[in-house]
């Protein structure tokens, strides 16, 4: 594809200018939101919708986009073509996923928009919003069509490249230079007002690089949904991580601020966001609660903020107003925290206002890597938090952990599963490291050749994405590939490659969460750890021998006898079944395992493959 030159700054404003006015010669008053789908046609599996594995989550961005211009005056309106392929999926007999084309057109008929804004947050969801846009465009070519949101905004270029049916591209958080930029469409104000948009002038890039950052007192607005049935959105996908803990709750979104301390090098944060966390006022946040109760019934909450625990005093302040709303509300925080803000006092007020479970952003064992990716928290914050986390075994606890950096060694990996293993999060999650538009990371990799643009467009790089792994499996069902644990064996200086990776990431997962299950014993973390396996089981990684073995395991410690028996002749089954996991089984003695499990009905000792 050929490469569009940029224009430069000083001519911005006013070529963008200029092709706004030509798109709007009669004005911009009605504005329709879109959120497409998350997961593309080819990818869309129904019995993985119909089992609730596919997010959910809330058009919170548009929600307040809506909001704002609501209140300068505009007309509104918001579809969600992601709920619209969910619900269907769940509720139609004669469901097809190219239905939600009906549903746009429907909207657009109705709602006569003069402008169509689509958001796409996430890398993955890239493929969907190009469908969207060629769709609308072939079917309302009049109709301009702007684009945000946070893949957008790392990958502007690119994306005005690729799909030149996109008319512009909205960066960054837009609250407020969205509303300038539809102002400046009904003619107010001047071209240099215009901040953070870009486009293709006579085929050329342009961008304006000037931004207008929402400020705090900016931020104490809650979204507009207008007739989105908000309240059943958690029944027919996932938003957070934790349906399991309760599966008929009505979850939400919600955010308390913007931003991150941190400055990590793999991150989108600081790009997106800017510098430094802003946060609304407490009672802007806890009215949102109580107004989403009172109108859907939400009682539980995914929090999106990047940096929950900024500011002690003002947060533990929030969780106490939470908490005397006395309502009936849980909430996560599987965006993740800050291992280092982390405090007693503050898990203390969690806790009291609804906390049920908390992630940390740990990434890796390393000094080295944790000092290279400038992470705000170091190896005695991590043990600091594990041990503090003891003393509440009501709240699950997850741990992020990635692999796979730039030039990271064996001797660093097995770093990281050392710490994960002594600071005994609940359950770790684990993914091979992503690379994400406008990062440091990825732009040092960009920069010296050693990363292709396209396929993190493409995301082409997400090996842990849904059904990955089981494509991995069923790829290997006709013709095992070698699996051995000397790929964890080698020279401590060694870097593993992609293939090799792939294989770490299974022996890492093993070991940090399925290995330690044997000398699990606490009443309150095995009841915890029933259900969130058993979750695993019926509903994400259906067939899977290792999480039926170890669900066995802990329906036997529990005494449930029959329960166990089943899941054991199961995982011999699905074992047997599968030269991806007939080949692991055996490698790492789990065939002995399961062997004496079925025939004494007890828990033997088991010794691991690796000194630890």
Known sequence: MRKLPTIIPRSSHTLIAQKIKELFPSGCTRILFVNPAHVTEQDFNIKSARLCCYSSTLPYGPGILSKRLQMSGYITHIIDLNFEILWNAHH?????????????????ESFKPHLIGISCMFSTMHGCMIDTIEHSKQMYPRIPLIAGGVHTSGFTKLNLEKCPSLDFVMRFESDLSFITFIDYANGKGNPEDLTQVAALCNTEYVEIEERNTPQEDDLNITPDYHNLPIEKYSSVGMIGAYRWLRPDARAATIVSNRGCRARCTFCTVENFNGR???????????????????????????????DLFHDEERIIKMFHAIANCKLPITWEASNGV????????????????????????IESGSPEILRNVKKPSGIKHFHKAGRLMQKYPQIFTRGFLMLGFPSETLRQIW????????????????????????????QELLAKGLLNEQAIVDASFFVCAVGGQSHREKNEKQAARKFSLDVLVKEDDHVPSTEELQDIWFLMDFMVNYERLLRENRPQKLQLKYLFLKDICLRKTRNNPLSTMFLGVIELKLGLIEDAYIHFIQAKIFMEESAFWDIRSRVLGLDGVLKNLIKSGTIPQYISPYPT
Not at 93 to 106: E, L, S, V
Request: glycine share 8%.
């Open 338 to 361: 800050i291992a280092s803000a982390t405090t007693e006092s503050l898990v203390a007020a969690a806790a009291c206002s609804g906390c049920s479970a908390l992630h940390f952003g």
């Open 92 to 108: 139609d007999p004669q469901f097809g996923y190219n239905k939600w084309r009906n549903a746009f057109n429907k909207e657009v």
């Open 276 to 306: 430094g966390v802003r946060g609304r006022r407490n009672e802007s946040v806890v009215n949102e609660i109580k107004e989403n109760y009172a109108r859907y019934g939400i009682d539980h909450y995914m929090w999106i903020d990047d």
């Open 415 to 442: 770093q990281t599963i050392r710490l994960a293993c002594d600071i005994e999060m609940d359950w770790y999650s684990i993914q091979i490291v992503s690379y994400l538009g406008n990062t440091a990371m990825t």
